[in-house]
């Protein structure tokens, strides 16, 4: 537990360094300031810029029951070259799989740019024992996956016992070795308030995130324009208060292009240009990169496009 | 299920190398997303609208209207004197007594919501001409001033035929013919704010509108003509203070409403004096935004920017006092910087835009003048980087810290992007500060407690006291001043009350 | 042998106590000799009213209206002097009721006068009636008693406070309508009553920048004139009736305050 930094104040006694207070969060005046940046219009090279910047940072993903090698096979082709008739598209960050599937992914996309993440600690739910959730994660660090997006419990969470799932972040950090980037899904669909989103973030960022994660895509509410933002502004104090970096990855429901856009535009005008990076943003989606390219590809011929010309892989 | 064959090693290369290629962003350019000016029509000259038509001046006389973000030129608008508003009070006085007090409550009533679906139908159209004319960023008027104006004549619009629910015990009547005098900060929403609770009330109007902003208003008149509504219940005379001042010296007028500033509305009291008419002022403000130290901080932030920044600062309710608690003075003010460094400034057409133009010279040389007295007497001045057109009325959002409860930029209304932050210790000082001054029109407070809430809305001398928000309005909502803020509401059961005499016993 | 009277000073009534004019002079009206107060007497009413205001508008609308509803009752029990100083016995019956009707409106008034207001949006809007500060009144000549009592009442069971001139030429109702004051449990400076010549006092009260609302029932020719005074800072300025009895009267120096707040989770 050398690397966890002290706790965030106003859970526990306050230690140094001193993560931002505490604070809350007003919902209707979030819920405005997100509506407002969505009002953005996006036009010409700056929509082509938000697009390739989208696929970029993108963590194309299966999560399905059904996956198999074959499936993630496709996936990883597509990941790497996300559109074989315009090689001006560049590759996404990472694909995102279940534990089995790590080798297959990883093989897939060897020597490219593309990353391989692993869900782990139990995903969906976060409900197992933390022995087995832990040999989860050493298992596909150990298999080389680049990135694990572990649950936080919120069972624990809800019932107050932060502690715990203070502890259980530690340890999964701890885990990931140094040899994987380590997102901490929060789940926010389930934890009913802003105040508890922001909660959250400081308790998993202080645990030793990398990134904080919104959703598991699992849940009938996923990531939306509010919750994210309340995420930038807990990951704007921090880097503040202590310089540190932590990313934010959006995942679930995200489908259109028009929405990414809006993710981003929250991204830029929150945390600036430095947080347009791949390093520092992640877009958790499979069906959303198919609507870009098609998106691009009317920016590029001035037709709006049928999505019969684009791959479902 | 089909696996496809992996990508050669040359593609993977040139894959990797573009994606490093981008790594580093210093700027994301939005491309200029400029609203189409061609959705509005501008005649080349406008004459009064008296009478259900557009008529010449009979005082010969006209000035340039002109688009303040561009100094272009717009239109000639017609200056009326002393005859053309004693036309349009007659025909009001006409309008009133043979048809408008005569007709059925329910029938003004649909009248109204004739009015207020038009709007509604036509919003782009007049949100693009309040833009051009005012210099407003066309999200605010888009968003904000039409569907608000809109807003205003479907809830009075209802009032009409209910008016005795709204005063039992008073049997309530029209007073007869309103004079109107209306700002240029919001000038179609200003108008739906006088005309649409006056003719709910049952009586006719003489409306002028602000020297500088006469297009929305001259618009509006096309809107009256589609709802057919009778000739002569709304008459528009436009023109300079003087214009003003005929309507408020008219005797033939029952009721004088006025929006603007307090010195202009202390000469108005003066000149109604002794005359029995009645009278609403809604003058200016020097709201203090109150921020303790466990409020929600980024929320705050968004409020404090939204008081100040909104429409350029000019609002009379604008919250242009910051008052922050000491113990989060370095975090607000950090934040606050680093909000205004993302303010857009410039085409007010631009979706995009969040600051347009001032919206005149001389409001933009009494802005300067303002700060330079505020850098004078020692305040520490901020303005985020940003490029200013060089045409035009412009002026960058400004902050000042270090700024004493004395200095003019601390007691005085500017009406401009201009911020003055001063701080507290304890509930007691804020409220103590926050009073100071002859205004009374708003005040902000942001912290989480809720007795304290209640306690400093309770505490604070302000018409409107917006608790963890900022720049709310509603046409259910009254709206009005304390102390030399003015006197009357507007908006609410309680706007109606202006508007009506009563036969109580 | 008759027994001789002790007669009554009649003084001028500021901060519930009855000092003599600081000027020293007095005029003759009614047979006494009346304090005629200066422009030093109102300066000091005012500011005392003010300070007053504090505490009166703080105090509950229950506690107001049972300060007012005592004041019935001491009108009641001095019935024969206040009657001496007007038109008798039937008018300060009228007064006495009139002060008990007002009293009863301290604690409905923001039922009647405020509202609930739905907003189009998250939020919880509402406007609750507040008092404006001090009100300047001048007295109407006649009905001496009634007319002051239609006057003050309103203006004080809002949360107001007054400085009263008293009609000039019958100020001795005034000052019995004062003693009742100071003997029930009005607090001192709610009600100040000036006693002298209203043309010389009217001026300075419409002018005076501490005066918030200003009611002209009593003034004459200079109505004009002290609403142009008014003016400089934005008074609230109504000429009520003589005899009235509404709760529009008491709205007439009530401000109205909306409050918004986010409704959210």
Request: aromatic residues 8%; glycine residues 8%.
């Amino acid at each position: 537990m050398a690397t966890a930094p002290a706790l965030p104040g106003g859970f526990e006694l306050p230690l140094e360094p001193r993560l931002p207070r505490l604070g809350s969060v007003d919902a209707v005046g979030l819920e405005e300031r997100a509506a407002m940046l969505a009002t953005r219009s996006i036009k010409r090279a700056s929509k082509v810029f938000a697009l390739d910047l989208a696929i970029r940072c993108m963590d194309l993903t299966t999560l399905e029951g059904a996956d198999t090698p074959g499936k993630v096979a496709a996936l990883s082709s597509k990941a790497i070259r996300p559109d074989p008739t315009d090689p001006g598209i560049p590759s996404v960050a990472a694909i995102c799989v279940y534990p089995n599937l790590v080798p297959a992914a990883l093989e897939r996309t060897k020597g490219t740019s593309v990353k391989v993440a692993s869900v782990a600690t139990a995903f969906p739910s976060g409900q197992a024992p933390l022995d087995v959730k832990l040999a989860e994660v050493r298992d596909v660090v150990a298999m080389g996956a680049h990135e694990v997006d572990m649950v936080i419990d919120r069972g624990a969470f809800l019932s107050g016992r932060y502690a715990q799932v203070y502890d259980e972040i530690v340890q999964v950090k701890e885990a990931c070795a140094g040899r994987a980037h380590l997102k901490v899904i929060l789940e926010t669909g389930e934890l009913g308030s802003y105040d508890n989103v922001r909660r959250a973030a400081l308790l998993a960022i202080a645990g030793g995130a990398d990134f904080i994660k919104t959703s598991t895509g699992k849940v009938s509410t996923n990531a939306t324009l509010p919750v994210a933002l309340c995420m930038l502004e807990v990951i704007r104090d921090v880097h503040e208060e202590t310089g540190r970096v932590v990313g934010l990855k959006v995942a679930g429901g995200i489908r259109q292009a028009k929405q990414a856009v809006q993710y981003l535009v929250q991204v830029y005008e929150t945390l600036g240009p430095a947080w347009l990076t791949p390093d520092r943003y992640r877009i958790g989606a499979s069906t959303l990169l198919n609507d870009i390219l098609m998106q691009l590809r009317k920016e590029r011929t001035g037709r709006y496009q049928n999505p019969d010309y684009f791959t479902i892989d | 299920m089909k696996t496809p064959a992996p990508v050669t090693e040359g593609g993977r290369d040139a894959v990797l190398a573009k994606s490093k290629r981008a790594a580093i962003v210093s700027k994301w350019d939005y491309a200029p997303a400029p609203e189409a000016k061609d959705l509005v029509k501008i005649a080349d000259r406008y004459g009064l609208f008296i009478g259900g038509k557009f008529v010449e001046p009979l005082s010969k006389q006209r000035y340039t209207t002109i688009d303040p973000s561009s100094e272009e030129p717009l239109s000639e608008i017609a200056q009326a004197g002393k005859a053309d508003v004693a036309k349009a009070v007659r025909a009001a006085r006409d309008a009133y007594t043979r048809r408008w007090s005569t007709l059925r409550p329910s029938e003004r009533a649909k009248y109204l919501y004739r009015i207020a679906r038009i709007l509604q139908e036509r919003s782009r159209e007049f949100a693009v001409l309040e833009s051009r004319n005012g210099g407003k960023p066309i999200r605010e008027s888009r968003d904000v001033d039409l569907p608000l104006a809109a807003a205003h004549f479907f809830y009075y619009a209802g009032w009409a035929d209910k008016l005795e629910y709204a005063f039992p015990n008073r049997k309530p009547r029209p007073i007869g013919v309103a004079g109107q005098i209306i700002p240029w900060n919001f000038p179609l929403l200003m108008l739906a704010w006088k005309i649409a609770p006056a003719l709910a009330a049952g009586n006719t109007v003489v409306l002028k509108p602000a020297e500088t902003t006469p297009l929305t208003a001259l618009l509006f008149c096309d809107v009256l003509r589609q709802a057919e509504l009778p000739p002569g219940v709304v008459n528009i005379v436009t023109g300079d203070g003087r214009t003003g001042a005929e309507l408020v010296a008219n005797a033939d007028v029952n009721k004088i409403a006025f929006t603007g500033s307090t010195e202009v509305g202390k000469a108005i009291q003066r000149a109604v004096a002794g005359s029995g008419k009645r009278l609403t002022l809604e003058l200016g403000g020097k709201a203090a935004n109150i921020v303790f130290d466990d409020a929600p901080l980024d929320q705050a932030v968004e409020g404090i920017v939204n008081g100040i920044y909104f429409n350029q600062g000019h609002v009379c309710c604008a919250g242009s006092r910051l008052f922050v608690q000491e113990s989060i003075y370095d975090a607000i003010i950090a934040k606050l910087k680093r909000r205004m460094s993302t303010l857009r400034v410039g085409d007010p057409l631009d979706k995009n835009t969040d600051v347009g133009a001032i919206n005149s010279k001389a409001q933009l040389e009494k802005i300067a003048g303002l700060v330079q007295s505020g850098v004078d007497e020692g305040a520490e001045i901020y303005q985020p980087p940003c490029k200013l057109p060089e045409r035009g009325y412009w002026f960058a959002p400004t902050v000042f810290t270090n700024v004493a409860q004395s200095y003019r930029i601390a007691q005085e209304e500017i009406f401009g992007p201009v911020l003055s932050v001063l701080t507290f210790r304890t509930p007691d000082e804020a409220v103590e500060k926050a009073n100071n001054t002859p205004y009374g029109l708003s005040a902000g407070v942001w912290t989480e407690k809720g007795s304290r809430i209640l306690a400093m809305a309770q505490r604070l001398r302000a018409g409107v006291v917006w608790a963890n928000t900022y720049n709310r309005f509603d046409p259910a909502s009254p709206f009005g001043g304390y102390k030399e803020s003015g006197f009357g509401r507007e908006g609410g059961r309680h706007g109606l009350e202006p508007y009506l005499a009563f036969d109580e016993g | 042998m008759t027994r001789l009277a002790v007669r009554k000073t009649y003084k001028l009534f500021i901060g519930g106590a009855f000092p003599r004019s600081e000027s020293g002079r007095t005029i003759v009206v009614e047979g006494a000799n009346v304090a005629r107060g200066s422009r030093k007497d109102l300066r000091d009413a005012v500011r005392i009213a003010r300070q007053a205001g504090v505490a009166w508008s703080g105090a509950t609308a229950y506690n107001r209206g049972q300060v007012l509803y005592r004041l019935g009752e001491m009108m009641e029990a001095r019935g024969a002097a206040l009657a001496a100083a007007c038109r008798g016995e039937a008018e300060v019956e009228r007064a006495i009721d009139r002060v008990v009707w007002y009293a009863g409106w301290a604690d409905k008034l923001a039922q009647v006068v405020g509202s609930a207001n739905a907003v189009a949006g998250p939020y919880f809007n509402f406007t609750i009636p507040e008092p404006t500060g001090v009100v300047g009144i001048i007295a109407p000549a006649a009905p001496a008693l009634l007319g002051l009592v239609t006057r003050v009442l309103p203006a004080i069971v809002g949360g107001n406070t007054v400085v009263v001139i008293a009609s000039e030429a019958h100020p001795l109702a005034a000052i019995e309508l004062a003693e009742c004051i100071a003997t029930a449990d009005v607090p001192p400076g709610v009600v100040n009553i000036i006693t002298g010549l209203r043309a010389e006092l009217a001026p300075v009260l419409a002018s005076h920048m501490d005066v918030a609302g200003l009611d002209l029932c009593g003034a004459d020719g200079d109505v004009a004139e002290l609403e142009r005074l008014g003016a400089e800072n934005v008074k609230r300025i109504v000429r009520g009736r003589p005899d009235s009895q509404s709760p529009y009267e008491i709205t007439a120096f009530l401000e109205l305050k909306t409050v918004w707040h986010p409704v959210g989770l």
